[in-house]
């Protein structure tokens, strides 16, 4: 295959793949040491002995934790084989090693910026630094933006920084292709603006647009935009907007109240009133639009002002790695002090396809407060005029659920993307809107598990020394298993409606 | 972007004809010529397959005009433009290679005139698909090929050509190569030819019967490597109740009604090798092999007219059948299951030895 590669010679041809042959043996590697964990993944450092001890990050994908298909993962393996961007973590090669899945991918050995803003920068990075990583992040999203395909989950902890101040995005789990899954042109479905959308429901809350929450149209590229105005404000701040706030506010709002999860954000917010640049106020301020037709595109967004006087990458090795602690020490830290941040590390879960692992509520809009330089929360019940645009709620009970998430596979597994149209076009028939109800559904399912699992971790703290706050929280507790009850008799309904889906499905591609 | 500067815009078929003179210098080597003319050439044919793609799924400016579509796909199926392309896919650069994969999955769905014109050229150039389907053992090309290989066989003629090729005894070694993506790219597309068109596969396997089993057995079902078994017996259930029953029984008490009425499958659950096989998969420590495994097992206890030796092998194994059912859950509550799970150990307890 290296001579292949050699005789196709083009002038804008990528690096060879050829020269990076990486074993396809787990024997050749000698696993280091742990430098990430998410749900159903771990990510080791390890070497390859026969590549004279390279150094290489393994992310390691429990297949077991994987659901039925292995549509995703799929995905995620052919997207890091075929992308070549200087801003992309490309896979070395990937192979199965028992019930476990090997990514062999270059070690970056920085770390997440996750990592990195907290273990040494908790207030938020300086914003010369902030400028040149996402200049870089920006570049890699117009390139996969260029081929037809949303990364979906943007955030600090999918940025990678190597030792020389290369910054690259990663974790392809949840990405996803318009061209996989899509494919409805010319079939004579209306697809005028709806083409360029998808309506899985995927990525993780805090970083997630309002369409995506919310619309029933689904969403495109502009989402990853969104997203990318997120993790600004994560760089600027040290975290993102609102992960002070819990899921739900009816509900966890009380205890919030009581037991403060974290109010990390307000005070640093308070403390230390940092000043940006008007430029970087404008560039958020224009990926926040609340209008997704609005934003900017990628490539648009790189000629932004506050991109022009970016610094190469060693200013970020002087300013941000220099005196950082290793990776594999950050991540030993990280895990003994908080537990609970776990699913932000790099090593984040492939199954997040569905939206689980990932802390989640409920916020029916946010508005950028460019003066502050943050979001404020729109709540359903207050969203009287921002709300037919972007906040549709669920509504439970008589709606019939279908669960519209083809390209990842169903619980049955008989779907596969390119019959995913007919899945769209059969719903459309059947007069269904699918993806928002399942997405909200799996959402409200994923944060109340995790509320639960929040609140015992408290009831286990206070260790029952107060009689009467243990019964309250048994009552929350209570209300938290009706709630999750609910959800679960919806999920059956959409088995059930699934089933019929998949025979519509058939029906089609039968008469074709 | 650059087009914008052209003099006069290029139709769609002059974008399809320059494409296809390039690719004809391309294809015969062109080995005479300068190195700096050759590179020159590569640039355009990128350029112009850009183009191509361009005008099939739009871009972030615009939708994609049916009209400049159809005269696409009509200029290029006119000629041989979809052979050279795929002949010359080795010679072009990666990117090139992504967008000429998605050129040519799009125009497998493109109609002019309410016709797929795509499976007419195909029908008449089948010895592509052997083409396509080699490129699985080319680690560059596997995924190209693979991609337009499974969007070809949505043709259903298609699909029966590869199905009744040798190419279908390959799809066992593939799906079985170390590189992942590459096994996983090719076992999605054998579950799509074994899943997709319901009357071709149910004559494939009653054709093929005989060695299509034993390889899916003792390649696939009893592979020694996880992946490959959970993958194999995934596939399995879903093929037979797409194919023989439909997919409104997945219950198995729609199978006691004996709708399937199929040869294949009776056939199929009435060989002990076939539930030796399931049982031993049964008894994996993995969950979802379990699960999928039981998909299948089901079958052989609601057929309704069991051999001897079968209800033999249930009847030894009873008690521990039926205690492996009394904490056999699947993860998330599934009342289907549990039917079916309760209708099983209902039919095994029932069993009396003939």
């Given amino acids: 295959m290296a001579m292949e590669e050699r005789e196709g010679e083009c002038p804008r041809k990528p690096v060879s793949s050829s020269a990076d042959q990486y074993p396809?043996?787990?024997?050749?590697?000698?696993?280091?040491?742990e430098i990430g964990r998410g749900v159903s993944a771990i990510v080791y450092k390890a070497i390859c002995i026969p590549m004279d001890s390279s150094v290489v990050a393994i992310k390691a994908i429990d297949l077991e934790k994987s659901r039925a298909d292995f549509d995703s993962v799929r995905r995620e393996a052919k997207t890091m084989t075929l992308f070549r961007h200087p801003n992309i973590l490309r896979a070395h090669c990937s192979?199965?090693?028992?019930?476990?899945?090997?990514?062999?991918?270059p070690f970056m050995s920085g770390g997440s910026l996750q990592s990195i803003i907290a273990s040494s920068f908790p207030d938020g990075l300086p914003e010369p630094c902030i400028a040149t990583v996402l200049k870089e992040i920006l570049s890699a999203l117009s390139y996969l933006h260029g081929q037809g395909h949303l990364h979906r989950d943007i955030k600090a902890g999918n940025i990678l920084v190597d030792s020389n101040g290369s910054v690259k995005l990663a974790d392809f789990g949840v990405s996803a292709s318009i061209y996989e899954s899509n494919l409805t042109h010319g079939l004579g479905r209306s697809s005028s603006s709806s083409s360029l959308r998808l309506t899985d429901f995927t990525g993780t809350p805090y970083w997630m647009a309002p369409e995506v929450i919310h619309s029933h149209t689904g969403y495109g590229f502009k989402a990853d935009i969104w997203s990318f105005g997120i993790t600004a404000l994560e760089l600027a701040h040290g975290r993102p907007p609102l992960s002070d706030l819990p899921p739900s506010k009816s509900l966890i709002m009380k205890i919030t109240k009581r037991f403060r999860f974290s109010d990390h954000y307000e005070k640093t917010k308070d403390s230390k009133k940092k000043r940006f640049s008007k430029s970087f106020k404008d560039m958020v301020g224009l990926c926040l639009d609340q209008d997704p037709s609005k934003r900017p595109s990628a490539e648009k967004l790189l000629k932004h002002p506050f991109f022009r006087n970016c610094k190469g990458p060693e200013f970020l090795v002087k300013n941000v790695l220099l005196g950082l602690p290793a990776v594999e020490q950050r991540f030993k830290g990280a895990k003994i002090h908080s537990k609970n941040d776990e699913d932000d590390e790099d090593a984040d879960d492939d199954d997040s396809s569905s939206g689980e692992n990932v802390k989640q509520r409920r916020i029916s809009g946010w508005n950028f407060n460019e003066e502050g330089f943050e979001l404020?929360?729109?709540f359903p019940s207050d969203q009287q005029e921002t709300g037919d645009k972007m906040g549709k709620q669920v509504t439970f009970g008589d709606e019939i659920v279908i669960q519209e998430k083809g390209s990842d596979g169903s619980p049955q597994g008989s779907n596969s993307s390119p019959a995913q149209h007919e899945t769209e076009a059969a719903s459309a028939g059947v007069g269904i809107d699918m993806g928002v109800v399942l997405g909200s559904l799996l959402f409200l399912r994923k944060s109340l598990d995790d509320q639960r699992q929040q609140v015992a971790q408290m009831i286990a703290s206070i260790g029952g020394e107060d009689a009467l706050e243990t019964s309250r929280e048994d009552q929350l507790m209570q209300a938290i298993e009706k709630l999750r009850v609910e959800v679960e008799s919806e999920r059956k309904k959409r088995v059930a409606a699934e089933m019929e889906l998949e025979f519509f499905k058939l029906q089609l591609s039968n008469e074709c | 972007m650059k087009s914008l500067f052209k003099s006069k815009p290029k139709t769609p078929a002059d974008l399809v004809r320059q494409t296809r003179d390039l690719l004809i210098f391309i294809d015969t080597g062109g080995s005479d010529t300068k190195e700096s003319k050759r590179d020159e050439k590569m640039t355009q044919v990128s350029k112009l397959i850009r183009e191509l793609k361009q005008v099939l799924y739009g871009d972030?400016?615009?939708?994609?005009?049916?009209?400049?579509?159809a005269q696409l796909t009509q200029e290029f199926f006119?000629?041989?433009?979809l052979r050279l392309l795929i002949l010359c896919l080795p010679k072009l650069n990666l990117e090139t290679r992504k967008d000429a994969t998605q050129v040519v999955a799009n125009l497998q769905r493109q109609q002019v005139q309410s016709r797929l014109i795509a499976c007419d050229y195909l029908e008449k150039n089948i010895d592509l698909m052997d083409i396509l389907i080699a490129g699985y053992e080319d680690i560059d090309l596997a995924l190209h090929y693979g991609a337009m290989l499974r969007e070809c066989i949505r043709h259903q003629s298609v699909a029966r050509y590869v199905l009744e090729s040798e190419h279908m005894r390959k799809f066992f070694d593939y799906i079985r190569l170390p590189n992942f993506d590459i096994a996983s790219d090719a076992a999605a597309t054998f579950k799509e030819l074994l899943t997709r068109h319901k009357s071709t596969v149910a004559e494939f396997l009653s054709k093929n019967y005989d060695w299509f089993f034993?390889?899916?057995n003792s390649k696939l079902l009893e592979s020694t490597n996880y992946i490959t078994r959970r993958q194999a017996v995934k596939v399995m259930p879903i093929c037979f109740f797409v194919v023989f029953i439909g997919p409104f029984a997945w219950a198995v008490g729609d199978i006691l009604l004996d709708?399937?009425?199929s040869a294949v499958m009776t056939r199929y659950v009435s060989s002990l090798d076939n539930l030796r096989i399931l049982m031993n998969l049964l008894r994996e420590s993995s969950k979802s092999i379990q699960i999928e495994a039981f998909h299948?097992?089901?079958l052989f206890a609601a057929n309704q007219n069991k051999p001897a030796d079968i209800v033999g092998i249930l009847v030894t194994n009873r008690s521990k059948l039926l205690r492996l059912f009394a904490d056999f859950k699947t993860e998330k509550e599934d009342e289907q299951f549990e039917a079916d799970k309760a209708i099983v150990v209902k039919e095994i307890a029932a069993l009396e030895p003939k």
């Fill in chain 1, 24 to 33: 396809l043996d787990a024997n050749c590697y000698k696993i280091l040491d």
């Fill in chain 1, 95 to 105: 192979f199965t090693v028992d019930r476990r899945l090997w990514v062999v991918m």
């Fill in chain 1, 376 to 378: 404020d929360p729109v």
């Fill in chain 2, 60 to 69: 972030s400016q615009s939708e994609p005009v049916s009209e400049a579509c």
């Fill in chain 2, 78 to 81: 006119r000629e041989n433009t």
């Fill in chain 2, 214 to 216: 034993a390889e899916y």
């Fill in chain 2, 259 to 261: 709708r399937s009425n």
């Fill in chain 2, 296 to 298: 299948v097992f089901k």
